[in-house]
């Protein structure tokens, strides 16, 4: 008769009448028809968005900084740690696939949240285990004759350990975060005007409380990590997280648990898609699915070519914002980088960390968000009529312009951060500070946070509104796979032109002597690739018919 508070959902025996305070297609923890005026909307959206913004001080927390860790206490060479956290990015960036499928399929998204989170906080405890053993002593020195030289470095063992205790963060979150963001858009009523406006709201502020979250992590956690310790540093990530996990289950009184992923108990929605596929395979384009060949008694029939077909259509648009995700990717491992080399002095004596320059990202995305919600958009809804100002195709492509003058204006700094070594006699030191402001580097950090504005925020209601209404979380995963392709792109583009560009003696693009690198010329590469994906871009969005509410 009745849900576990997890059960996302069965109905009950005998519903009540409707009524114009029950919210159709949701039930409460306990089963009973959920209450409009007791859960859900902004009161369970933001409860829900405090544990992402927990989950994104986690992550950043320990995330951001890696490039220093490998290349400090585990050693790795410039080339071989970026290489190392894009494959670690993108694995945690596609990660959400699997999640989301067992989401949408198996255990429900509450349950899904529950256990990735389970997970998550052993892999914290782990990792935070693996750099108090680093800490406590290693088995592979290096000695060049002097004693005060003799560099350490954790042992192959400790070094596995560490990576296989950052991986399974990785697929921890691969669970999280799909089932949170779609469950926290599942508290909106999309069959009632006010609560569906909202909605579109709520991916804005879901933004700017993972933001806060980041700002906190690279604002508090870093300087612990560069100026204390690491064992403290990625400890305090896991204490939150424990912590978050437990307010966010009490909340559990307000939220709605969808009933729609039960609606057809029995029929799993990808073997519905499936068998459409094999029905129409002697046949060729979208169209085709429509006269699927399945059986007439089946009663999926036609709804389901129609759904595989908006499946389909959502290929194009995925693979034209690549190009967007691999100049995302850079922010957290080379401009970490570049930020190393500079003047990073705040008056005489206190001198910031390297990745603290992502708060430029983060407090450019908080304010921005604001700006767009309470102000763009208003004016914009004046003068398009629509509801949420700009379309969510005219958003994204904002998004990608923005991205694409961020790197660019990227190889100009990096140009002029060359130029400065080579005239002060620096390009053969690598370890010496550059006569150069690390505030250069503000433009494209913030430039790279307002796109996240419109591109981001503008991919996750896209691909949320736009697939099937039981694979909700599997649309979020979509959308953060964009990313996780463009982070393994990122990499395997950072060692095939390493390799290139490093023969015959040569110091490469990547050389650990940044001072003798080229990473102008690979972010003009990004450059020139983000110009050929928004080309694509505009001519897919230009063909594409939304579907549903989403229309707007």
């Not at 620096?426 to 946070?449: C, E, H, R």
């Not at 390493?498 to 003798?516: E, I, V």
């Amino acid at each position: 008769m009745a849900i576990t508070v997890a059960g996302e959902a069965t109905t009950t025996a005998a519903e009540p009448p409707p009524s114009n305070d029950v919210v159709p297609g949701y039930v409460d923890f306990k089963g009973r028809p959920s209450i409009r005026s007791k859960s859900g909307f902004w009161k369970s959206a933001f409860f829900i968005a405090g544990f992402e913004m927990a989950e994104r001080f986690c992550y950043y927390g320990i995330s951001s900084n890696l490039v220093n860790y490998l290349t400090g206490e585990l050693g790795q060479s410039t080339a071989a740690a970026a290489a190392n956290l894009n494959a670690w990015y993108g694995t945690a960036a596609l990660s959400p696939i699997v999640g989301a499928l067992v989401a949408d399929t198996l255990l429900g998204r509450f349950r899904t949240i529950v256990f990735s989170s389970l997970l998550y906080i052993l892999g914290l405890g782990f990792l935070t285990l693996s750099s108090l053993l680093n800490s406590m002593g290693s088995t592979s020195c290096n000695n060049d004759g002097n004693d005060s030289n003799t560099l350490c470095y954790p042992s192959q063992i400790q070094t596995i350990f560490f990576f296989f205790s950052m991986y399974l963060v990785a697929f921890a979150q691969g669970g999280h975060k799909p089932s949170l963001q779609a469950f926290g858009a599942d508290q909106f009523d999309v069959e009632d005007d006010g609560e569906n406006a909202a909605k579109s709201s709520f991916f804005n502020w879901w933004f700017w409380f993972s933001c806060l979250g980041i700002v906190l992590a690279l604002s508090v956690v870093n300087y612990i990590e560069e100026n204390l310790s690491w064992v403290v540093g990625f400890g305090i990530p896991s204490v939150v997280m424990l912590v978050s996990l437990i307010l966010f289950c009490t909340g559990s009184l307000v939220y709605r648990f969808s009933t729609e992923s039960m609606r057809r108990k029995g029929r799993h929605p990808f073997v519905r898609k499936f068998r459409v596929f094999l029905k129409q395979r002697e046949t060729s384009g979208l169209e085709s699915l429509d006269t699927a060949l399945l059986p007439p008694s089946e009663p999926d029939n036609v709804e389901g070519a129609k759904e595989a077909k908006a499946m389909l259509r959502l290929v194009p648009i995925w693979c034209t914002s690549l190009g967007y995700s691999v100049v995302y990717a850079q922010p957290s491992t080379l401009f970490t980088k570049q930020a190393v080399t500079m003047d990073r002095r705040i008056g005489p004596s206190f001198e910031i960390p390297a990745a603290s320059l992502m708060l430029c990202i983060s407090l450019s995305i908080m304010l921005f968000v604001s700006i767009y919600d309470r102000v763009f958009v208003p004016i914009a809804r004046s003068i398009t009529k629509k509801a949420s100002g700009i379309t969510v195709f005219q958003r994204i492509g904002v998004g990608l312009v923005l991205s694409l003058l961020s790197i660019a204006i990227a190889a100009v700094v990096e140009a002029r951060r060359l130029r400065t070594a080579r005239e002060h006699g620096l390009a053969d030191q690598p370890d010496a500070v550059i006569p150069m402001s690390v505030w250069w580097l503000a433009p494209q950090y913030t430039l790279s946070g307002i796109s996240d504005v419109f591109g981001m925020v503008g991919l996750q209601e896209f691909f949320y509104d736009q697939v099937p209404s039981e694979l909700k979380s599997t649309g979020l995963a979509l959308y953060l796979s964009i990313l996780g392709v463009g982070s393994l792109a990122s990499s395997l583009l950072v060692s095939v032109i390493q390799k290139a560009t490093s023969g015959d003696g040569g110091a490469g693009w990547f050389s650990d002597n940044l001072n003798r690198a080229h990473l102008d010329y690979f972010y003009w590469l990004l450059a020139g690739i983000s110009a050929l994906s928004l080309v694509g871009y505009v001519y897919s969005a230009k063909y594409y018919v939304y579907s549903g509410r989403a229309a707007h």
